[in-house]
């Protein structure tokens, strides 16, 4: 049973707070504690303004977010861990070798898909990127099992 999902990118203020607002606008209710972090993360800083236009321009209101650097602890305590990147698994199970089993692309159930990183990119890069996220967001929320 999947009760802690944590989302994972580089600095926290663009992807990972993306997927963190889908999936628990995806899953009301459930109960699952739906957190995100980044590998090198702009600590403290807010979602990406863009980023926070894009997912404003789909209709989302997202609460506010502080970047957090992922640590040892957060991996421990959760059930799950979502990256965008291959690369992205390989880091945070250098960090927490037991993290193997239960780390997995974002994209996986849409071949394997990585999510590009639109920091610093133009809207057009943060459209893409949401969409993506999007598409790999449902995926994942229609195979939770404790899904109400």
């Given amino acids: 049973m ?63 977010h502080r970047a957090r650097q992922l640590n040892r602890e957060m991996i421990h305590e959760a059930n799950l861990v979502l990256v965008m990147e291959h690369s992205q698994i390989r880091d945070v199970i250098r960090l927490s070798p037991e993290a193997r089993g239960k780390t997995f692309l974002l994209g996986k159930w849409l071949h394997n898909l990585e999510i590009p990183d639109p920091y610093r990119q133009g809207p057009e890069a943060f459209e893409h990127s949401y969409g993506l996220i999007e598409r790999a967001v449902k995926s994942w929320a229609n195979r939770l099992p404790n899904r109400q």
Avoid: K, Q
């Avoid at 963190?20 to 972090?37: T, V």
């Fill in 2 to 64: 999947f009760n802690r999902i944590l989302f994972v990118c580089v600095g926290n203020i663009c992807r990972s707070p993306t997927a963190e607002h889908l999936l628990r606008e995806a899953l009301p209710d459930s109960g699952i504690a739906i957190a995100s972090a980044g590998l090198s993360a702009l600590i403290g800083h807010p979602i990406d303004s863009t980023a926070l236009a894009i997912l404003s321009g789909h209709g989302h209101r997202p609460v506010p």
